[in-house]
């Protein structure tokens, strides 16, 4: 029996204290297609920012000009943190590694934090601080949709969740009732 493909989770939308601050994003609303999937075995779980050797806590950094992944992975933009520090190299780095692991797995789909600098899918801070944001992908997740991984956020769990089934992924486990 073959094993069913995984999906690649951001770790602080599973609990895991990750984030800048040192918390977790755990989203309740999806808690529990999240948790049939852990059931089930499905996620790998990352941190980008982790893997890229950021500490946690760490200063918040947003992609600088309103700038996308896609920018600084064509090195038209940079990452930096609210001290002016150029954290780049540590989301590009996190970001290679998020691919590496989803291709270790066989991975097609990912579900990342929306707004993240690393994580975003379809929003991201505008590299202000200011809390203004703009339409837009993070490091990680322009490298990892550049690669042929889709990429779904908390706010489209039910959507990654029917993308899983659609490619039979999860064709043998039960849906919840
Ligand atoms: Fe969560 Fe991604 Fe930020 Fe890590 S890099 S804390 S997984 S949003």
Redesign the pocket.
């Given at each position: 029996m073959s094993t069913p493909p995984r999906i690649l989770v951001?770790?602080?939308?599973l609990g895991?204290p990750?984030?800048?601050h040192g918390r977790a994003?755990p989203f309740e609303a999806g808690a529990a297609i999240l948790e049939r999937w852990r059931a089930a075995g499905l996620i790998v779980?990352?941190?980008?920012?982790?893997a890229g050797g950021l500490p946690?806590p760490r200063p918040p950094a947003e992609i600088a000009r309103a700038a996308g992944g896609d920018a600084v992975w064509q090195q038209l933009a940079r990452v930096v943190d609210d001290t002016g520090a150029d954290v780049t190299a540590a989301f590009l780095d996190?970001a290679r590694q998020a691919l590496a692991l989803a291709q270790r797995h066989g991975i097609r789909i990912a579900v990342?934090?929306e707004?993240?600098?690393?994580?975003?899918s379809a929003s991201i801070y505008d590299g202000t601080f200011t809390g203004r944001k703009v339409a837009g992908d993070?490091v990680?997740a322009a490298w990892l949709r550049r690669h042929g991984i889709e990429v779904f956020s908390e706010h489209t769990l039910a959507d990654a969740d029917a993308r899983l089934r659609a490619i039979g992924s999860i064709g043998s486990i039960e849906s919840p009732r």
């Open positions: 951001s770790s602080c939308l895991h990750v984030r800048y994003a779980p990352i941190c980008p920012e982790v946690t996190g990342l934090k707004d993240s600098p690393s994580c975003g993070g990680a």
